[in-house]
Nanobody, 117 residues
Framework: QVQLVESGGGLVQAGGSLRLSCAVS????????MKWYRQAPGKGREFVAQ????????YYDDSVRGRFTISRDNAKNMVYLQMNSLKPEDTAVYYC??????????WGQGTQVTVSS
């Protein structure tokens, strides 16, 4: 069983920055591709960013590329999402996701990010 706990959300003005953290416990973090998703009010959950197991490759949705940076520290069992130049449309609940090569996918409980204009 894997537990994911997100933190770091909050209220920020447009143009500001936040750093989300995802603490992973229960299994070795290096076994998982790690991803961030978000869900805005009234919308479905959408992909934001992912990082491979060795942190050598990242991928971003077009809407955040160049503004957000995903990173991981396997030794600390932590995953991060640095969010810069935030926009009101970035307002959402942000979820951490652990995806193995095969098997169960795990989700955190989410952290709220609100960007005011």
């Amino acid at each position: 069983q894997v537990q994911l706990v997100e933190s770091g959300g909050g209220l920020v003005q447009a143009g500001g920055s936040l750093r989300l953290s995802c603490a992973v416990s229960g299994r070795t973090l290096s076994s998982y591709v790690m991803k961030w998703y978000r869900q805005a009010p009234g919308k479905g959950r959408e992909f934001v960013a992912q990082i491979n197991r060795s942190a050598t490759s990242t991928y971003y949705d077009d809407s955040v590329r160049g503004r957000f940076t995903i990173s991981r520290d396997n030794a600390k069992n932590m995953v991060y999402l640095q969010m810069n130049s935030l926009k009101p449309e970035d307002t959402a609940v942000y979820y951490c996701n652990a995806s193995p090569v095969s098997g169960t996918i795990y989700w955190g409980q989410g952290t709220q990010v609100t960007v005011s204009s």
